[in-house]
């Protein structure tokens, strides 16, 4: 499919994007695949960062697909048609990637050949030709009441500053549901303790208020109190969560610690942070709170995604029934 001469060595200028050189700071930019290519990669980087306002993994995410798709069609954007995106993803298939994961890299691609059909860059768009697989749903594992009252015990069994702030995150993952990467950047000033909410600026940079409880209230209070103080240094800044040398909280060690706190708790699924945030859904729908208050208290941009904890919920039911029921 033609592209405006734009490949390797091409040698043909492209409106907008300069002719050597990679685009300047960012995670476009380099890669050896020849400075014009580079180049798109630096413009596709920018249109995902500024104009559609992609989190920084989601951007490094699509950024690392396209780098792979065009390394398999030997660099060359103008190989860029629907046989070869056809292959590329087939031979992900042999290697053993799952249907979520091609579905996945299936849209960065779509939306990588329509970036660059609306700059000139390719005369059609193949990405429009290409179907995928409907990713799988595969419910996901969650703990029930009582293992989620084991954990949280667990972890208020200390009174060391990092043993006060895992409590109070542990409290907060569970009391709202919120993703690691959320409640790793919230400041001081997000959380509102009379009216006990947080703010907390979801994907897409779309804010939202959500609720938590007063264990939660009283876990953030020990930890503001008597641990947060303790971790303070010269550029700790407003980050509500401290890391031990003073730096925002990352959300790997968040993740290293709930799987650490989760191996104490006898028959609990080893699961990160977002298990918790799984576990805090399916336990809000199993008290009775409606499909929509959870999305929304969830940052979902579409009810289809939040349904799945009503599918987590009925096997629930149908795993204690066919335990419980002597004729199941």
């Known amino acids: 499919m033609a592209c405006g001469g734009l490949g390797v060595g091409g040698g043909v200028a492209v409106e907008g994007v300069p002719r050597t050189g990679p685009a300047a700071g960012g995670d476009g930019s380099g890669g050896g695949l020849g400075p014009e290519v580079d180049a798109v990669l630096g413009a596709f980087e920018r249109h995902l960062r500024f104009e559609r306002d992609l989190s920084g993994h989601t951007v490094r995410a699509y950024l690392g697909d396209v780098r792979a798709l065009l390394g398999f069609l030997g660099g060359r954007i103008e190989g860029l048609e629907v046989g070869g995106l056809r292959g590329w993803l087939a031979e992900m298939h042999g290697a053993g990637a799952s249907r979520a994961t091609l579905a996945r890299r299936t849209a960065c691609v779509r939306t990588f050949t329509a970036f660059c059909h609306r700059n000139g860059w390719l005369s059609q768009d193949p990405g429009l030709l290409l179907g995928s697989a409907k990713a799988g749903r595969e419910l996901p594992a969650v703990l029930d009441q009582e293992q989620a009252r084991e954990v949280l015990d667990v972890a208020g069994a200390g009174a060391e500053p990092k043993e006060l702030r895992d409590q109070a995150v542990l409290e907060l993952l569970y009391a709202t549901g919120v993703r690691v990467s959320e409640l790793c950047a919230l400041d001081v000033d997000d959380v509102d303790r009379d009216r006990r909410v947080l703010r907390v600026m979801g994907k897409g940079r779309k804010q939202r208020s959500v609720p938590f409880g007063a264990p939660a209230l009283r876990a953030l209070d020990r930890w503001c109190v008597h641990g947060r ?25 968040v993740r290293r610690m709930v799987h650490a706190r989760l191996r104490q708790v006898e028959g609990a699924p080893d699961m990160g942070p977002h298990g918790l945030r799984h576990t805090a859904a399916t336990h809000l729908l199993e008290g009775g709170a409606d499909l929509r208050s959870v999305q929304e208290l969830l940052g979902h941009a579409s009810l289809s995604s939040t349904q799945i904890y009503t599918h987590v919920s009925i096997e629930r039911l149908r795993a204690a029934y066919r335990q419980a029921h002597p004729r199941a």
Do not use: K, N, Q
């Open 229 to 253: 103080p303790l971790l303070m240094r010269e550029g700790s800044g407003a980050a509500l969560f401290l890391g031990v040398r003073g730096g925002r909280l990352d959300p790997g060690t």
